[in-house]
Each structure stands twice: as structure tokens, then as C-alpha cells.
């Protein structure tokens, strides 16, 4: 037998993040098996199946040795003997128990009653001790950076072109606002995961041939081993678990990976050197490249859209057991065992967010803005985003044509090239053109001096990150 704990995570040895380990490490794949086992055999004692005088010897002592069952040799015993994963558990666990218990051992249950639902522990878990703390923790910092940066004017794209104005808070809130859904969504579902002992095809064959539950009653044996792990059962079952329920939790998190993916490639186009709006910090010793010396690059913001790629492609296994032949097949059991990445890759991004330096302030909190690129960009097109407001403006004001077509092919043409804002080319315009004067005339002062001041074209951009600031801070006291 091994005695050195092998604890690394599925997918690839870079990517470990601590808090996954005691969950998804290698050797600790099986206490959740023995988890549902132990409540299996408790229940068993309960209806009196096992006697009183063997159930006893369940003892504390006793269910931590099963606990600490180590996956690596349940691997041996599988490969030199059962060619079968949980038998082979039940071999490790039986050399533990006493003989009159060691009997019961896995009686009733089939391989993926305990298998599924020990997988549906360990999700829940991952959630509950590792993503839920760390995610509260991060949305508490992204909060504090939206209203650091709710007044700082930015210049809005599409299609990676400058659009309108907008707040750098408005578009943090628009990230914000993702995680925060996505984490509602998460937390929703992990609370909604469902086990089963339900047997070989999903229909109680063993429990109510063999009397260990009746037909049409709500307080069943499965239902009263899945209370002791505080899990509710399917439905309806087969072999294994109807997939929906837990595509729907890996869902959440893939969809909160992209919520970070996106932060990340927003914030990578930022630090461009041409457009500078922020940037990463650089640590003591930190290297660019191997060869610039001047380099600084924008590793965690890739690393960040790097994991949500990753992602992406896991969850395609996902789908791909969404249907089984028949009450099942073996073919979605390698792939299920890859599951965990995705909560993994999740972890690591949340671990990006929040890496500490030395004076523990996260890389979150370290992020520089920089108001004068903001502002300079801002105003590298200022003299012509009212384009917008200005044709519409001149459409209610009676112009008898095509607004946007004027806008378009006359005074854009003549701001660019003269440096010039909209306002002033049409005004000039206007001096020999009558009819356009008495447009213009029509246009109220208000929106006049708006015209004039691309920088209080901002719409609700500040009033709509107050929004969302408020209502994360509602979801972070409903969560957390």
C-alpha cells in the first residue's frame, strides 16, 4: 500500500490552486465515497438490517480510517485484481470493518449510486469551502473599484473603434454585474444538486424487492441515506443521475469564467501601449520577456481569457454526456472524471484576482487607471462622437433630408480634418444656408450647449453604476 499522499488536481500540474486540493486532489477522491458508503451502512443499521451489535462498530475511529481510503490504492487493488473501481474500494474498505459489518459494505447500492452522488458532494463543497468565500471576497474588491473610478470619463468602442462617451465605472459595472449574476446562478444551482440510491436502472429494484423500502412512500431508504449527506434525490433516475441538473451548476461556473475572461481580454486592449488606459503591476524581479527588457506584459489579464478558453472546451465534455445509451453506458466515465477542471480553472482565476503581494494587497487592488490616457483618448475623437445626438437633434428640429446622411458625408469630413467640433462646422454652414439656420434655430438651448460638450454625453452611465454597486451589495449580504 502508498503512504505519501499524491494530491494533484485533474488537468494540467500548472494550474493547483490550494483550495481544491483537500477536494479534488488525488488521493482524496474517495472520502465522499466513503461518505455516502458510511451513510448507507447507518441507515441500514437504522431499519434494522444490521444488527445493533455490528452497527456499533461504525465507531468515529473507524470512519476516518474509511475517510482516509487514499485513491492510489484503490488504483492497485483495481488493476491486480477487480478490474473495478468501486469493488475495489469495497476490498479496502472491508479490510477496515469488522467482519460482521464488513458484509453490508455497498449493500444496496450500485457503482454510480455512489460515484454520482459522491461527485455531487464534492461539487458542492468545491462551491461551499473553496469558490463561495474567495468570490465574496473578490466581488468586495470590484465593488470598491467601480466607485473609485465612477466619475472618470472614458471613451466607449465597438468594434474597437471609439463610440461614445461612458464612464470607466460604467464599464466595470457592466463586468461586475456579470459576476455577480453568474455567481447568483452558481450559488442557485449548487444548492439544487440532487443524488440518487436509486440502483442498477434507477428503479429501487434491491430496496423494494428485498424490503428495505415500500412502494409510494416519501421516507424511502434513499431518501433517508441522501438526508444524512443533506442532499435531496432525483426525481427519477437510471443508473446514473439525470444530467441536467449539474450541467446546469457547471454551467454557472463556466459562465462566470467568462465573466473574468472578459475583464481580462477589456483590460489586456487597456494596456496596449497605444491606448495605456491601465495597467498590471510589476513586481520586484517580474520579467517581460526573455529578450525586451523593456517589456511589460499583460500576463495575468491573458491568463485570465486564457483559463475561460480552457473552459469553454471542458464544458463540451459536459454536453457530450448529456445523453447515454439507454439506463447507461461506460462511455462518459473518463470524461466525467475531467469534470473538476472547470471548477479549477474557475479557482484560478479568483486566485489571479486575489494574489497578494508582500504588503498583502491584491492584484485586483493593484491595478493602475490612468486619468490622463482616459481623458486623451477621450478627446482624440471628442470633436466628432455628438454625431449621434446632432443628427437626431437635427431630425426634430425639421430637417427636411436625411439627418444622418448630412452628418455623415458633410460635417464629419470637415471636423476631422480641421480639428473641428460638429457643432461649430454646422454652424458655420448655416451662415450661408437660411433654411439650415432656422433649423438650428429650432434646436433648444439646452441641447445646443450639450452639442458643445461631448463630455456630459454620458447618458445614465454614472447613475447605472450606482445601480449595480447597490444591488451587488445586496446579493454579496443574500450570499455571504
Known sequence: MTYI??????GNPRYQPQEMIPIFGYDNLYKKVAEVEIATLETLGEIRIISKEDIEKLTDEVKQELYNIKTSDVDKIEKEITRHDIRAWVRCAQDILDPGLARWVHIPLTSYDVIDTARILQYRQAYEEALKPTITR??????NLVERNIDQIQIGRTHGQHALPITMGFWLSTILN???????????????????ISGAVGAHNAQIGLGFSKKNQGDNFETNVLQKLNLKPARISTQILPPETLSHFLFSA????????????DSRNLMRSEIGEMTESFESGQVGSSTMAHKRNPINFENLEGMWLRNKNEFGKVLDNSISDHQRDLTGSSLVRDYPIILINLQQQINTFLKEDKKKKTFLERLKFSEEASNMNFRKSSNVILAEPLYIALQMAGFGGDAHE????QLVPEAQKNSRQLIEVLVDLSKDDEGLKAIIDNIPSEIMELLKN????????KEKSMEIIHHAKLILNKLS
Open 5 to 10: 499522499n499524491n494530491l494533484i488536481l485533474p
Open 138 to 143: 473578490l466581488v468586495k474588491i470590484f465593488i
Open 406 to 409: 448630412f452628418v455623415n458625408r
Open 254 to 265: 463556466i459562465n462566470l469564467s467568462a465573466s473574468f475572461g472578459q475583464f481580462g481580454r
Open 178 to 196: 456579470r459576476i455577480i449574476d453568474n455567481w447568483e446562478s452558481l450559488d442557485y444551482y449548487s444548492y439544487n444538486l440532487k443524488g440518487k
Open 454 to 461: 461631448p463630455e456630459n454625453y454620458i447618458g445614465d452611465a
